[in-house]
C-alpha cells in the first residue's frame, strides 16, 4: 500500500519567515496530494491540493510543488504568522474518492 | 453550509466495554470515511461507505469493529470489546458525489476515546 512520509515533525519559526514541510510518497500511481490543517480540537481541514497534472499551485501565502519523478511534494507558507500554528498534514490518494493515506504530521509554532 | 457533525465529543471507557460514535455527514453527499487518528500521527481510514455501500474496509480490525451507514445518510461506528491501543480519536469525513473529480473530505471535529 502507500506509505507517505513527512518531515520535519516539528517546526519553529519566527512570524513573517517561511515554513517549508517536505512528503515523499511510494505508489507511483498516486494522483492527488492534498495538505491539511489541524487544529487543537478540530477536524483537518483542506488548505491547498495538488493534481498529478500539475507542478506548482499557489494560494495566497501557501503554495504546493509536486516532482513526480521523485515522488516528494512539498509545502511553503511565506509570511507566517501566530495563526498559522498547528498541525500539518501531507497525504496522497490513487484516483477521486479513495481513501487518503496521511503522512505523520508537522507541529508549526509560528513565534510572535 | 453544516459541517459533518459527530457524537460524542468525548468518550472514556474501561477496556472490555462497548462504544458507539455517531456522524451525520454533511447533506447530500456520497461518500462517507471513518478515520483513526492515534495522537501523534496521521489520520488512519477504517472503513469507507459509496452510499450505504462499504467500498473500504481493509483495515477494519472486524473482530472487534464494525460500522454501518443505513440509508446512506448517518453512520455509526462500534468498538466491542475496547482494548486499551483504541484510545484514539475518531474522525469521519465525507465528500460530495461526481465520478471524476478529486472530491474535497471534509472532516468532523471527532471524537476523543480514552480506553482505561
Known amino acids: 500500500g502507500e506509505n507517505v512520509e513527512q518531515h520535519p515533525s516539528t517546526l519553529s519559526v519566527q512570524e513573517g519567515d517561511s515554513a517549508v514541510i517536505k512528503c515523499t510518497y511510494s505508489?507511483?500511481?498516486?494522483?492527488?496530494f492534498p495538505w491539511y490543517k489541524q487544529e487543537l480540537g478540530k477536524g483537518p481541514q483542506l488548505i491547498i491540493d495538488?493534481?498529478?497534472?500539475?507542478g506548482e499551485k499557489k494560494d495566497q501565502r501557501i503554495a504546493v510543488t509536486l516532482n513526480k519523478t521523485a515522488k516528494h511534494f512539498s509545502l511553503h507558507i511565506t509570511e507566517t504568522q501566530p495563526e498559522d500554528s498547528a498541525v500539518y498534514f501531507c497525504a496522497a490518494s490513487i484516483a477521486s474518492g479513495y481513501a487518503l493515506n496521511f503522512g505523520k504530521g508537522t507541529s508549526l509554532l509560528v513565534t510572535p | 453550509e453544516a459541517g459533518v457533525a459527530q457524537s460524542p465529543r468525548y468518550k472514556i471507557i474501561e477496556k472490555r466495554q462497548s462504544v458507539a460514535f455517531w456522524c451525520n455527514p454533511i447533506?447530500?453527499?456520497?461518500?462517507l470515511y471513518w478515520y483513526q487518528q492515534i495522537l501523534g500521527q496521521g489520520p488512519k481510514l477504517l472503513i469507507q461507505f459509496q452510499n450505504n455501500g462499504v467500498v473500504d474496509d481493509s483495515q477494519l480490525p472486524k473482530d472487534r469493529f464494525s460500522a454501518e451507514r443505513l440509508k446512506g445518510v448517518d453512520s455509526t461506528l462500534k468498538i466491542q470489546p475496547a482494548k486499551l491501543e483504541d484510545s484514539a480519536v475518531y474522525l469521519c469525513a465525507s465528500s460530495p458525489p461526481g465520478a471524476g473529480n478529486y472530491n474535497e473530505q471534509f472532516f468532523g471535529p471527532g471524537t476523543r476515546l480514552t480506553v482505561l
Open positions: 505508489d507511483s500511481a498516486s494522483n492527488y
Open positions: 447533506s447530500g453527499h456520497a461518500t
Open positions: 495538488i493534481r498529478s497534472n500539475v
